[in-house]
């Protein structure tokens, strides 16, 4: 479906596919987890806040929970002391990469202008 086919009908946008793309997706650290992710996966939670930088470690793991209750990002943790856990990106999120690439090219033309 394409954003002509709802102009004029939007009630609520929560109502549309872009509105459930933004619920899965949307706020300030969850495409940057799956981007990273997308680029060295199976990642370790340390390493992925490592790589993120300014983000809490609270925030890290409620994103990261959501994303798995969204089905986007898979955890697998291994029984040994100390824990080890690893996240990595599930076949649904596998298909959001094309649109990302799209993103990055977007911002590759735009950057300085």
Do not use: H
């Amino acid at each position: 479906m394409s954003m002509a086919e709802y102009k004029g009908k939007i009630k609520n946008i929560q109502d549309t596919p872009f509105g459930y793309t933004l619920s899965v997706i949307g706020g300030k650290w969850k495409m940057v987890i799956i981007y990273l992710l997308a680029e060295n996966q199976p990642v370790r939670f340390n390493e992925l806040k490592r790589q993120i930088g300014a983000i809490t470690y609270k925030t890290l793991s409620s994103q990261l929970k959501e994303l798995e209750a969204d089905g986007m990002v898979k955890r697998k943790e291994y029984p040994q002391v100390p824990p080890k856990v690893e996240y990595s990106l599930t076949d649904k999120a596998e298909t959001l990469l094309p649109g990302l690439e799209e993103l990055c090219e977007w911002g590759l033309k735009n950057q300085n202008n």
